[in-house]
């Protein structure tokens, strides 16, 4: 896309990405899709987590998201918290510097405005914050695309995530309880749209590619196991390996009793932090059936999930591989997120709490799920098909939002 003065629109993209987590590189890939689908002519690079990672997979130059490299790292002594103070007035200054140099920037999904895992209000939401200050003072538009939302406790980070929401000039959510839980944090929400998860505008698997490990179109009673190095949230702090130890014991007792009943168990991870869960289980099952995939994409995950009877999973873009696949999935639920999606998905019965995992309950719930397995493809069918629909009215809203000198008469709304 070219606006009338002849120079290509430039787009920046922001976030956690390239850092290991596939959905958030899944979100980055669907609005990417949209771009080169929607504005080819767009000039696309990232500030980002993974630099290095997002080139070398999307074909875009990156920038490393903060000065400081060991910003993510406990700093305990004097000179990295030293570092690490610097690092925060550099990463003011270059955000600014890199947001100045764009017409447009997109925070695509992800959830960025909430904390519903460990999180310390200098780290990602203080780097949110300058982006959507440094947008609002340069005059660049910053688009918070179907993103995830909480109310947060803790003050810092709830101010930081208030006023960088409040200064974006388009706000989307992926749930109605994201945007349920930025009017409860004072963000006038009324012109503020629900959208499904960006991941749900990615591509499904082709028919070739949704068989068995055999190659067959059925599978042969396999389950997939979405893991997580899970510790609680930002309120967890202090019970943190209690809360890790319960969810770890209680999904080694799901497995084995899987494994007694012959099952085939595939073990799946949506972040390069989830390898340690799977070791622990493999050390703590010696079985043959039980295997882990390598997965380095959602599109690999979806392939894995496909090729599946059943899903059980606790990561949230874990749970929409398998929503999209139209295969049922029982989730294990840390965040209202999930059971947010399970219900717009319709299978809103199969929740179970991943703080308090109790494998006997876990396992009636599983095999409840499997006698209606038939019967929930066919609404996921339904309920895919909507979500498509729903995203694709979405990058039209966004078209009119942040391209409108180019394409659309519509003049910018700038989010209150």
């Not at 499904?196 to 396999?222: H, K, M, N, W, Y």
């Not at 749970?319 to 989730?331: M, S």
Request: hydrophobic residues 45%.
């Amino acid at each position: 896309m070219t606006p009338a003065n002849g120079t290509p629109v430039r787009v920046g993209v922001f976030g956690l990405l390239g850092s290991g987590n596939l959905g958030n590189d899944g979100s980055l890939e669907a609005v990417l899709g949209y771009l080169r689908r929607e504005h080819p002519e767009a000039v696309v690079d990232a500030l980002c987590g993974g630099p290095e990672a997002v080139t070398a997979r999307f074909g875009i130059p990156a920038t490393r998201l903060h000065w400081y490299r060991g910003e993510y790292r406990t700093a305990s002594r004097a000179g990295a918290i030293a570092a690490k103070g610097l690092g925060k007035l550099v990463d003011a200054v270059r955000t600014a510097a890199w947001v100045r140099r764009h017409d447009v920037v997109i925070v695509p999904g992800m959830g960025v405005l909430e904390a519903t895992l460990p999180l310390r209000p200098w780290g990602f939401p203080y780097s949110l914050f300058l982006l959507c200050a440094s947008g609002r003072l340069l005059r660049t538009r910053v688009a918070l695309v179907s993103v995830g939302a909480a109310t947060i406790g803790n003050r810092p980070t709830r101010a930081l995530v208030r006023w960088s929401a409040r200064l974006a000039a388009y706000r989307s959510y992926r749930d109605a309880r994201s945007r349920d839980a930025m009017r409860a944090m004072g963000v006038d929400t009324s012109r503020d749209e629900v959208y499904p998860d960006l991941a749900f505008a990615l591509p499904t698997p082709p028919a070739t590619a949704l068989s068995g490990p055999s190659g067959s179109s059925g599978s042969s009673g396999r389950v997939c196991l979405g893991v997580m190095a899970f510790h609680g949230g930002n309120d967890d702090r202090a019970r943190a390996e209690e809360i890790h130890r319960r969810y770890l014991d209680g999904t080694i007792r799901f497995v084995r009793a899987l494994v007694e009943d012959g099952r085939p168990v595939r073990l799946l991870t949506g972040d390069d932090c989830d390898a340690p869960v799977v070791a622990a289980i493999l050390d703590a099952v010696d079985s043959p059936l039980v295997t882990a995939a390598e997965a380095a994409s959602l599109a690999d995950l979806m392939r894995e999930m496909a090729a599946a009877d059943t899903v059980v999973a606790i990561r949230y873009h874990n749970l929409i591989c398998a929503l999209k696949t139209g295969t049922p999935v029982l989730a294990l639920c840390y965040a209202a997120k999930s059971e947010a999606l399970m219900d717009r998905m319709g299978l809103g019965a199969y929740c179970h709490p991943a703080r308090e995992v109790d494998a006997d309950r876990l396992l009636e719930q599983f095999r409840a799920l499997e006698k209606r397995s038939a019967e929930l493809r066919h609404t996921l069918a339904e309920r895919n098909l909507a979500a498509a629909r729903q995203l694709e009215h979405q990058f039209t809203a966004l078209d009119a939002a942040l391209f409108p000198a180019a394409d659309h008469p519509h003049a910018l709304r700038e989010a209150p």
